[in-house]
């Protein structure tokens, strides 16, 4: 007896991504998620902070990347924002653990907080570093000027490969979905939404090993590189099924990682 085919016929494909979309796309998706890290603050700034270090970490287990943020947030007083402005150099003694999560370690971790410290005395907000520029429909050429700007004043740190570039190629999974956390909006409560001056439109879905091989067994990509090329593969395809919100998607991606329904 055959068992029945797993995968949504093409025409419904659409509705079976929005149905899957709607249903992780819950506030109960921020408990075991590194989400649930920068929702323990209110104020913007402290919410970038927090959200750009732990989605620096984001990869190996969930339960990891928290606990290990936690770490970080813990030695920043849980005052991110106010630790970062009045950074001094002294203040990375008191951060007893040489290994931060893998292979990011404390002396990458002390340029990140160095590099944070600069850009906020230069900007009230995160958000101006990754703006879209008008002829731009995706964040290809966003993320280099950000990575440009992040490691203006030392740019062969040890560090610098914690920041994924897309002019080589990199589907820079961690910015992309530290970018849904502070673009998308909604009224489900799991993104902040709380850049205002990017379209979500823009956004593309965060391509990891995971998300990559759901996607090539739903026929959305035919690409079997988890690259740069095959984000832009994805967008012309979620675009379609929903230009204002593509990255919603990812909500669906993720949730059938998780059941392993495919």
């Not at 009224?187 to 391509?207: E, H, T």
């Amino acid at each position: 007896m055959n068992s029945p085919n797993p995968f949504p016929e093409p025409e419904f494909l659409k509705d079976f991504l929005d149905e899957k979309a709607d249903l992780y796309n819950h506030t109960d998706f921020i408990e075991n998620d590194p989400i649930q890290i920068p929702h323990r603050f209110s104020l913007k700034q402290d919410i970038e902070i927090a959200g750009f270090l732990t989605a620096t970490i984001s990869w190996g287990t969930r339960k990891s990347i928290i606990n290990d943020a936690e770490k970080i947030l813990s030695w920043m007083g849980n005052s991110p924002y106010d630790f970062v402005l009045n950074f001094q150099e002294k203040d990375m003694d008191l951060f007893h653990h040489h290994s931060v999560h893998r292979t990011f370690n404390k002396e990458d971790l002390n340029e990140f907080i160095r590099n944070l410290s600069r850009l906020y005395k230069e900007n009230e907000s995160l958000e101006n570093l990754f703006l879209v520029k008008e002829d731009e429909t995706n964040f290809y050429h966003s993320l280099h000027r950000f990575r440009a700007e992040f490691f203006k004043e030392n740019q062969i740190h040890r560090s610098t490969k914690h920041v994924s570039s897309t002019y080589k190629n990199s589907a820079a999974k961690r910015l992309i979905m530290f970018l849904r956390w502070m673009v998308r909006k909604d009224r489900k409560g799991v993104d902040f939404g709380i850049w205002k001056n990017i379209d979500q439109k823009n956004l593309s879905i965060p391509l990891d090993v995971h998300t990559g091989n759901i996607s090539r067994k739903l026929n959305l990509i035919q690409r079997k590189q988890n690259d740069w090329k095959t984000v832009e593969e994805m967008d012309l395809v979620l675009r379609k099924f929903d230009d204002k919100d593509p990255a919603k998607y990812d909500f669906a991606l993720f949730g059938l990682g998780i059941d392993k329904e495919f």
